[in-house]
């Protein structure tokens, strides 16, 4: 099998490998060219994870190690992806390939040291370049799906051929979109399939349903799905109810939202992504806002959490949200809290159907909206919709008496709700304990 730098070409590289525009605020194929003034954040680089003993200075001893290369781009996939590299980067050697807010999060989980290598351009300018990184020879390689900028992943496994793979699912149906696109690459290139799923070692899952769904469309693989639960929220069983209502008791006065009021929130996606079942976030804060106006009820406040990676302008959704007469909480105000804070300071959450807060809502028994778009369904299975964890609305005419209903804590709907969230979604806060396990066993 050749290694792919070897052989392609600059425009299959940039199909491959989708490379940002460097131009401010344009918005290229799946990726936005600048995220918080950082352009430096889309420059991908191979990083090395410094352990606690070589961060004091202790000697490492590194001779026998096993070296595990992750790959992570999107905030989901980085954020199921730093507690397992926590678990392992005591005993392991662990590289990162990684740019964007995924860089960003791991530099700030852990000490980093660059592997990637620099090398001259024809103006003898020093460049970089994840091209011939000669210090890496990973023993496995650990994948997430970055569903929404894809192009990482085909990079590693390409360019890494034959090593043992462990694919981490951040969410329900994440390792058949994977499997999939990556069985179009491979007849792209003329290789069989084949190759890759024996190299394919374990798929780590949040449930049954989410095996049930991979087991059907690749039956192959049943001996290697195991179900481990997703590393991302074991932070959510860390914390105590009375924590969170400290929290959202904290928040709720930083943004002057009384006792008496309630307070939803709509955490929104990228405007322009073309994932299956969602819909477009700035179509939907313009439905919600017009929900809620008619609806006219002056104990609802309303928080919309943008993106990082939106290319909507902030100006534009200021001025849909204006319709709300002072209901609204200010983007500004907003942009302050991070995304757990938010969660735990609102009444009901409203999201997207492949976002990961649709199951950090989930864990911390939170009433939860899906906002889903049913002309794009591509069989794809959402488990908090299909246990009623988590309540649909593919229909807005439906929405003011939902929306009601789960704001209500002694309706019907509200308290079933909840009862399936117990029933269905129980973490204990391993998962990333098991995850790792799995990675040992293969090692």
């Known amino acids: 099998m050749k290694n792919i730098t070897e052989s392609i070409s600059n425009e299959d590289f940039d199909k491959l490998f989708q490379k940002p525009s460097v131009k401010e605020g344009v918005f290229e194929g799946t990726r936005l060219a600048a995220i918080k003034e950082r352009k430096n954040l889309f420059e991908t680089k191979f990083i090395k994870i410094i352990s606690e003993k070589e961060k004091v200075g202790a000697i490492d001893n590194e001779e026998g190690k096993k070296e595990i290369l992750f790959c992570m781009r999107d905030p989901g996939n980085t954020n199921n992806t730093i507690p397992l590299i926590k678990e392992l980067v005591s005993d392991h050697k662990v590289e990162c390939l990684t740019d964007g807010l995924g860089m960003d999060a791991v530099q700030k989980n852990f000490l980093t040291e660059e592997l990637t290598s620099e090398v001259s351009n024809e103006k003898e300018e020093k460049i970089q370049t994840i091209f011939g990184a000669t210090k890496l020879h990973p023993d496995m390689v650990v994948l997430t799906n970055t569903r929404s900028e894809p192009g990482l992943e085909h990079f590693v496994i390409f360019n890494f051929p034959h090593i043992p793979t462990v694919f981490v699912e951040e969410m329900s149906g994440a390792a058949v979109d994977f499997l999939n696109r990556l069985k179009e690459r491979y007849s792209e290139r003329s290789i069989e399939f084949s190759d890759f799923l024996s190299r394919l070692k374990k798929v780590c899952v949040l449930d049954e349903i989410s095996k049930d769904f991979i087991l059907k469309e690749y039956p192959e693989l049943d001996e290697r799905v195991v179900i481990t639960g997703q590393p991302i929220y074991d932070r959510i069983c860390k914390e105590s109810d009375e924590k969170r ?4 008791k904290d928040v709720r006065n930083q943004l002057n939202v009384n006792e008496n009021e309630v307070l939803v929130s709509f955490f929104g996606g990228v405007s322009g992504d073309s994932l ?33 990676r939106d290319p909507v302008a902030l100006e534009e959704y200021k001025k849909i949200l204006g319709a709300l007469r002072g209901k609204e909480i200010s983007l500004e105000q907003v942009g302050k809290l991070d995304a757990d804070k938010r969660r735990m300071a609102s009444d009901v959450v409203i999201s997207l159907p492949l976002s990961t807060i649709l199951y950090d809502c989930i864990f911390s028994r939170i009433p939860n909206i899906a906002l889903v778009d049913r002309t794009t369904d591509g069989g794809i299975i959402i488990p908090a919709i299909v246990t009623g964890a988590s309540i649909e609305i593919n229909d807005m005419n439906k929405f003011s008496d939902m929306l009601l209903q789960l704001l ?7 308290r079933e709700t909840r009862k399936n969230q117990e029933k269905f979604f129980v973490a204990d806060g391993k998962s990333a304990k098991r995850v790792a396990a799995q990675i040992k066993e293969v090692l």
């Not at 209502?245 to 959202?248: A, R």
């Not at 939907?284 to 928080?303: A, G």
């Not at 209500?408 to 509200?414: A, G, I, R």
């Open 408 to 414: 209500d804590s002694n309706s019907d709907l509200n």
């Open 276 to 308: 299956q079942l969602t819909p477009n976030t700035r179509d939907c804060v313009e439905l919600i806002v017009s929900s809620l106006s008619k609806l006219n009820n002056p104990k609802i406040r309303f928080m919309f959490g943008r993106h990082p």
């Open 245 to 248: 209502l400290e929290i959202k």
